[in-house]
C-alpha cells in the first residue's frame, strides 16, 4: 500500500530555534515534495526531491532513498514560519498519482 | 507572469445539483491537477490533466470528472453532489507533467459547501 507518514502532527517551538519535520514512505518513489500551507488555504510548493539535499534560505530538504524517508529543516525559526508543512510524494508505475502526508501544523513563538 | 487562477472562489451549492470549477494555469504550462482539501481526509489527488488529456485519476468516484482545454484552462465538475463533497479544491500547474516531477503552483481554491 502506497502511504506517507509525517511526524510529528503538531509542533510549537520557540523564535530561533532549529526545527525538523519528518516524512516516511512505504515504496519507491519518483519524487517528493515539501509544500507549505499558510491559513487562508493557500499553498506554496518549496522543494521537490528525487535525491540528496537542497537549500533555499533558512530551509533544507533532505531525502534519503534507502531508507525512505525525507526532512524538512528549518534553521533560525521565525513567527512567520508558522503554517502546515504538508510532505508528498509522486508514486510512477501502475500507481501512477500524488499522494500527501497528513501535515505538521508548525506555530513559532516569539 | 500571473499566478494560477481559480474560479469562483466560493460557492454554496444543494444536494443533487452539479457543479463546475475553473482553473487558469500559469501561462505555458501544460499540465493541471486538481485536489480535494478536507478537515478530515487531509489532501487528496483528483486527476491531472496533461495535453487535454487525463493522465492519471485518484480513487474518486465517477461524479468526480474534468476537461482540459487547447490553451490548457481546466474546469472540474462534479455531479449530484453530496453533504460529503464540501471541501476546498485546488488547482495546481505545473510545466510538465506530474511524473517528471515538476514543481507545481497552487491556485487559490474554490471552497465548495454543499448544503
Known amino acids: 500500500k502506497n502511504e506517507v507518514e509525517q511526524s510529528p502532527q503538531n509542533l510549537t517551538a520557540q523564535e530561533g530555534e532549529f526545527i525538523t519535520i519528518n516524512c516516511s514512505y512505504s515504496v519507491g518513489i519518483s519524487a517528493l515534495h515539501w509544500l507549505q500551507q499558510h491559513p487562508g488555504g493557500g499553498i506554496v510548493s518549496l522543494f521537490m526531491?528525487?535525491?540528496g539535499k537542497k537549500k533555499h534560505g533558512r530551509l533544507i530538504a533532505t531525502i534519503n532513498i534507502q531508507e525512505k524517508h525525507s526532512s524538512l529543516h528549518i534553521t533560525a525559526s521565525h513567527p512567520r514560519d508558522s503554517a502546515v508543512y504538508i510532505c508528498a510524494v509522486y508514486y510512477g508505475g501502475a500507481t501512477n498519482k500524488l499522494i500527501f502526508g497528513t501535515g505538521t501544523l508548525l506555530a513559532v513563538q516569539p | 507572469k500571473a499566478g494560477v487562477t481559480q474560479t469562483p472562489r466560493y460557492l454554496i451549492k444543494t444536494r443533487g445539483q452539479q457543479v463546475t470549477l475553473s482553473c487558469s494555469p500559469i501561462s505555458g504550462h501544460r499540465s493541471v491537477s486538481w485536489y480535494q482539501q478536507t478537515p478530515g481526509q487531509g489532501l487528496q489527488f483528483l486527476f491531472e490533466y496533461f495535453s487535454e488529456t487525463q493522465r492519471n485519476k485518484g480513487n474518486f468516484p465517477g461524479r468526480f470528472s474534468g476537461r482540459q482545454f487547447s490553451n490548457s484552462r481546466s474546469e472540474m465538475n462534479v455531479s449530484t453532489l453530496e453533504l460529503g463533497d464540501s471541501a476546498l479544491y485546488l488547482c495546481?500547474?505545473?510545466?510538465?507533467?506530474?511524473?517528471?516531477?515538476?514543481?507545481?503552483?497552487f491556485g487559490p481554491g474554490t471552497r465548495l459547501l454543499v448544503l
Open positions: 495546481a500547474s505545473s510545466l510538465g507533467r506530474l511524473a517528471g516531477g515538476e514543481t507545481q503552483y
Open positions: 526531491l528525487s535525491s
